[in-house]
């Protein structure tokens, strides 16, 4: 298959096609033909030199989302069969033709996105997910605070709380930033350089 790989540490021109071995897949992952990848600050992390993959993980392919179809499932793999159109979290090897994944990664892509739009989901929404929902346990009528409102994390935490019926406060460095994040469904931007978060926060939450 075709990757694009990182041949030494330092700027984009150090990415070059290549190829690789077309990965294996085990009992409980899914084989995914890689429509689209997403890129996100740890890729360009590791293309510089400074973010060790995972133990596991291809060492010289980043990526740490696609989107794509189903080409194979492992032997005990339930949710999913040949032909399905999927976005998933990956390890890393996203920037390649074909990702091993494990199906729990996975989810359908929606119908009204593309698959470059689907790549884009898995590493803020799912993250988001998996902390503010699963391991935190937002419940109806209380309220987020997130830091960093404007970031990729931030504007996924805002949009999926603020759909959920929730209010959230943000925080962000300018106040172009804190407006931006209001537009997206955010009660208040906080300028943590020159306001006090705690203070907005539990007085405006009254």
Request: with cysteine; aromatic share 8%; glycine share 12%.
């Amino acid at each position: 298959m075709k990757a694009v790989v990182i041949t030494h540490p330092g700027g984009p021109e150090v990415l070059q096609i290549a190829d690789r071995p077309k990965p294996s897949f085990g009992p409980d992952e899914v084989l995914i033909k890689v429509a689209a990848a997403g890129v996100n600050r740890p890729d360009v992390f590791q293309r510089k030199g400074n973010y060790p993959p995972p133990a596991g993980a291809p060492q010289d392919i980043p990526g740490l989302e696609i989107a794509g179809i189903i080409e194979e499932v492992g032997a005990n793999v339930t949710r999913w069969k040949s032909g399905d159109k999927v976005c998933a979290l990956v390890m890393g090897g996203g920037y390649a033709e074909y990702c091993n994944v494990p199906e729990g990664q996975c989810l359908p892509v929606p119908n009204n996105l593309s698959f470059a739009e689907a790549a884009s989901l898995p590493e803020t929404f799912f993250t988001i997910w998996s902390n503010v929902f699963d391991r935190g346990a937002l419940k109806p009528g209380e309220t987020l605070l997130v830091h960093g409102g404007s970031s990729g994390i931030g504007v996924a935490a805002i949009l999926m709380a603020n759909a959920l019926g929730h209010k959230v406060f943000v925080t962000a460095g300018s106040n172009e930033k804190c407006r931006f994040c209001e537009e997206l469904g955010a009660a208040k931007g906080i300028n943590y350089k020159n306001e006090n978060f705690v203070v907005i926060v539990i007085i405006g939450d009254l």
